[in-house]
């Protein structure tokens, strides 16, 4: 016990040195952890996937439209218990920096196949009857001030022209992976349009989302759908809204492996910080280490002291800065709404980041306990700074 | 003053801290000058992508070519203005494009990506200068044949010399390969604007380039062309076009790398302001002594503060070593605003490395500072005397 009182006594004899040393281990860890939730954020559209919804996509790519006709040929495949479509509206509102996710979708069977965006009854009474209607997330809604009835004015890019919604329902999500940004509306509204000024265009939607009864099925369903309409004009390809999203993240996947590789070398910084911190000190009490070891104390002994001291002071920091990733993830989060909608902190982030703590506090030790335990006694005396 | 060569003999003496704090700082000046040079790349390679006597037209609203639809009519009308340069016969040099994506697999993997297709019209080759055949042929008119950009054609599966992909129904053989000087157009896939007409059945251009008659004509051309009623445009320049591509992508790497960078800069100079109040609580007695010799505060402070910042200089440097090898990968990833692959690599410029010294320049100073003012505010009598 007496030993453990002297690791705590020995952490706090310089102040400052250990105040700094905290504080720079707290703030290299609240960067880890933000960057950790950042990567996590990147994922937030393949943990919002349902097992039992199916994408269904030009074959081509993405960008390429669909057939509504297709719809009838969708249904009728077996184990498909729901269809509904969207299309991406892509449209301006203000300029370029206020992005938010807009959607042209199937009024009614749309919200049946995602239950996850929850809003009242009447709401939808009121979406379902208007032609402009639209349902927006609660989390535009609040950044740009947004009420029920509001008129809200896009400029179209794929569809050009100015295109006014009046906002009928908002949404919250059912949990916090769901997206509360997005704009919802009659994608009949869009098609009337274009059906007077490029009738070519008419009767197209961007993709489809089948709901089907049993998820183990998903991939004889997808094969089903594909044969179906192979060798005709748009080829489909069908898989899962989880795989359909984790495509999109390997996408982007160089930017993301640049983004672990940081988080790694963070820790380097960290190592370097606390194993600078740890070699001084150790130096420092050489000749108190050779008055222990005059005494009698042991190699195992003075490893406890040395790296319970490191251990003390790397739990200290990282517990500041495991303190600190919460509100700092809040404030980031809202600075990058545009770019990643759903910011949530997870706890393996956080046990991530306690590991951490722990394994530099051991590692930094490790010199300097060597050090101590090979130091002659004699030289250990001898010593003056 | 008090020699340089004390405030470096000093660290020269304390090997091990001193390479611990310079490593930190190093790994963050890494860091910082990585990012630098990843979205520094990303615009470069797609501003190389654009010249300066182009000019690049696509409907009016529309953020790429993607979303951009121009009819044949429109095209005549446009390629019919005199502000366009003219061939050997009198043609206009104005090229009709129209890009799709198409999904491809990267080698290896199951993962998709979207390459970006150009069908060009003959003027296209002429017109842009960067591109040239590294292997293989250009495709014979009428038939299925496609050439492939370099930063695609390693990467991506069924798209080497000779091999084929499927798409609209079609096999298409690729049968070159082609360099563009490292822009955005080494990312593409390139065929016979027909034959992507007929394969689609789109009788739609999605952008016209033209070769101005002169760099000044432009702004008459961009007026005239934006008001006449029969068109829907906007006509860009095409550099200023391609940057305004890498926009939105170059920012994000930008700001996020940056505001992580700085926070753990600042664990970078507190490792460096914990050296130094070591180095000053352990040469106590040297202060004292040189103020007893006559050396003024002013001349301690320095002497410290030069040894932060040679620290931070070498820490510094080191990283920006290491990040310049970087400049030997390529990058292939999505860009936001073309919603396509794009190839390109780190690269260094004069104004990243300014940067980054600058930057870890700072962190010694700011570092260094504080130790530094209380080393030089020692009082001498006290100093002496400190064992």
């Known amino acids: ?385 | 003053m008090i020699p340089l060569s004390y405030s470096f003999r000093n660290l020269w003496v304390r090997k091990l801290t001193t390479f611990l704090t310079a490593g930190g700082v190093a790994l963050v000046v890494f860091v910082f000058a990585a990012v630098l040079m990843l979205a520094y790349g990303l615009e470069k390679t797609l501003v190389d992508t654009g010249s300066d006597d182009n000019a690049i037209v696509v409907r009016k609203g529309a953020q790429s070519e993607i979303m951009s639809m121009i009819d044949r009519n429109q095209a005549n009308i446009i390629k019919s203005r005199p502000e366009i340069a003219v061939d050997a016969q009198q043609r206009p040099l104005a090229a009709s494009e129209i890009v799709v994506l198409i999904t491809l697999f990267k080698r290896g993997t199951q993962n998709p990506s979207l390459i970006q297709t150009r069908g060009v019209s003959p003027e296209s080759l002429a017109m842009r200068r960067q591109v040239t055949l590294i292997s293989g042929r250009i495709w014979q008119p009428g038939s299925l044949e496609v050439i492939v950009g370099s930063g695609v054609a390693k990467r991506f599966q069924g798209i080497g010399l000779g091999e084929r992909i499927r798409f609209a129904m079609r096999d298409w053989t690729v049968v070159g390969i082609f360099d563009a000087e490292g822009s955005g157009f080494e990312s593409e896939i390139w065929l016979d604007s027909e034959q992507l007409i007929q394969a689609f059945r789109r009788p739609v251009f999605s952008s016209l380039t033209l070769r101005l008659a002169g760099s000044e004509r432009f702004s008459s051309l961009k007026e005239r062309l934006e008001t006449d009623p029969r068109l829907t445009v906007e006509v860009k320049r095409e550099r200023q076009y391609y940057s305004d591509q890498s926009e939105m992508t170059a920012n994000f790497i930008r700001i996020l790398g940056v505001a992580v960078t700085l926070i753990f800069s600042l664990g970078a100079m507190i490792g460096a302001m914990i050296t130094m109040y070591a180095a000053v609580a352990n040469r106590t007695v040297e202060i004292g002594t040189l103020r007893a010799l006559g050396f003024p505060r002013r001349s301690i402070l320095f002497a410290f503060l030069f040894e932060a910042l040679f620290l931070s200089l070498v820490g510094g440097g080191a990283g920006l070593l290491l990040a310049s090898f970087l400049q030997a990968m390529t990058i292939s990833t999505m860009n936001f605003n073309t919603f396509s692959e794009l190839a390109f690599r780190f690269t260094l410029s004069p104004a990243i490395i300014i940067e980054s010294i600058v930057f870890a320049l700072s962190m010694g100073l700011l570092g260094g500072f504080l130790p530094a003012v209380w080393a030089a505010r020692r009082n001498i009598i006290e100093a002496l005397r400190a064992s």
Do not use: C
């Open chain 1, 1 to 385: 016990m007496a030993l453990l009182k002297l690791v705590f006594k020995n952490a706090f004899r310089h102040k400052l040195r250990s105040a700094l040393t905290i504080a720079g281990i707290a703030i290299a860890i609240l960067a880890f952890g933000l960057l950790r939730t950042v990567i996590a954020a990147w994922y937030a559209g393949v943990e919002a996937s349902a097992p039992n919804r199916l994408i269904v996509r030009n074959a081509v790519s993405f960008t390429f439209p669909l057939p509504l006709s297709y719809k009838n040929g969708i249904v009728a495949a077996p184990g498909v218990s729901g269809v509904t479509y969207a299309l991406w509206f892509g449209g301006i509102y203000i300029d370029e920096k206020h992005f938010f996710p807009q959607f042209a979708v199937e009024p009614t069977t749309w919200f049946e196949i995602y239950p996850e965006f929850r809003f009242p009854a009447e709401q939808k009474r009121a979406f379902l009857r208007e032609r402009n209607a639209v349902v927006v997330g609660r989390k535009i809604a609040e950044r740009f001030g947004w009420k029920l009835g509001d008129t809200v004015r896009l400029r179209g890019t794929f569809f050009p022209g100015d295109w006014d919604f009046t906002i009928r329902g908002i949404y919250t999500g059912a949990d916090k992976t769901t997206d509360e940004t997005a704009f919802m509306f009659h994608w009949a509204y869009i098609n009337e349009q274009v059906r007077k000024t490029e009738p070519d265009r008419a009767g197209y939607i961007g993709w489809y989302v089948v709901r089907v009864n049993d998820p183990e099925q998903a991939g004889v369903i997808s094969q089903t759908i594909d044969q179906r309409f192979q060798n005709s004009l748009a080829e489909t390809k069908t898989e899962t809204e989880k795989a359909f999203q984790q495509g999109f993240v390997s996408m982007t996947g160089a930017i993301l492996t640049a983004l672990k590789v940081i988080s790694v070398v963070i820790i380097g910084v960290i190592l370097a910080v606390l194993s600078n911190t740890m070699a001084m000190t150790a130096r420092e009490r050489l000749p108190e280490y050779a008055v222990l070891k005059t005494l009698g104390f042991g190699a195992v002994h003075l490893a406890v002291l040395i790296a319970g001291e490191s251990l003390l002071i790397a739990l200290a920091g990282g517990g500041l800065g495991i303190a600190l990733i919460y509100p700092a993830a809040s404030g980031f989060g809202k600075a990058m709404e545009n770019f990643l909608p759903i910011f949530e902190v997870k706890s393996i982030t956080l046990v991530a980041a306690a590991f951490i703590a722990v394994g530099v506090g051991l590692v930094a030790a490790l010199f300097p306990t060597w050090r101590a335990v090979h130091l002659k006694i004699v030289d250990g005396l001898r010593r003056i700074g």
